[in-house]
C-alpha cells in the first residue's frame, strides 16, 4: 500500500497545467502591483478624483447607483472613458485580474491545440467565449 507521501511524489503536471497556473501566478502579480500603483496614485494625489475625498464618507452610505450617480460615473464599461482620474484608475488593476482567467485558457487553448487534443482546445475556447461574454455586460440581469 501506498503512502500519501509516495502519492504525492507520483502525481505530476501536465506542462498545460504548469503554464496555466504559472500565468494565473505571475498575472496576479502583475494585478497586485498595478492595484498597489493605481492606488499610490489616488493617495498621493497625483492624479485628482473623479469624487473629492472629503464627499466619500457621505457618499458611503448610498448605495452604488447614488454613488455613480453623484460622481457622474458611467455605468458598465463607461468607467474607461474616465481612467485618467485617481479613484477610478483604481479599477485597472481589478479589471486585469478579473480578465486573467480568460488570458489563462487562451493561452491553454494555444497549448492544447499545439498538442491536437482538439475537444478539449474546443472547451477551452467555449470557456473563453462565455466568460468575455459575461465580463462584455451584454448580458445584463437588474438586481445591482
Known amino acids: 500500500m501506498m503512502k500519501p507521501t509516495d ?38 494625489g497625483v492624479l485628482t478624483p473623479q469624487i473629492p475625498l472629503d464627499e466619500m464618507p457621505r457618499l458611503w452610505t448610498h448605495s452604488a447607483a447614488a454613488y455613480r450617480e453623484a460622481g ?36 491553454l487553448a494555444v497549448g492544447l491545440a499545439r498538442q491536437k487534443q482538439w475537444l478539449m482546445m474546443v472547451i477551452a475556447i467555449l470557456e473563453v467565449l462565455v466568460l468575455s461574454l459575461a465580463a462584455s455586460g451584454i448580458l445584463v440581469a437588474g438586481g445591482h
Do not use: H
Open 7 to 44: 502519492l504525492k511524489n507520483e502525481i505530476k503536471a501536465s506542462p498545460a497545467q504548469l503554464r496555466y497556473a504559472d500565468t494565473l501566478f505571475y498575472g496576479a502579480l502583475l494585478g497586485f502591483v498595478v492595484m498597489l500603483i493605481t492606488y499610490a496614485l489616488y493617495v498621493l
Open 72 to 107: 457622474n460615473i458611467p455605468q458598465g464599461w463607461g468607467w474607461l472613458a474616465l481612467v485618467n482620474k485617481g479613484d477610478i484608475c483604481n479599477f485597472i488593476g481589478i479589471a486585469f485580474l478579473a480578465a486573467l482567467t480568460i488570458f489563462c485558457f487562451l493561452q
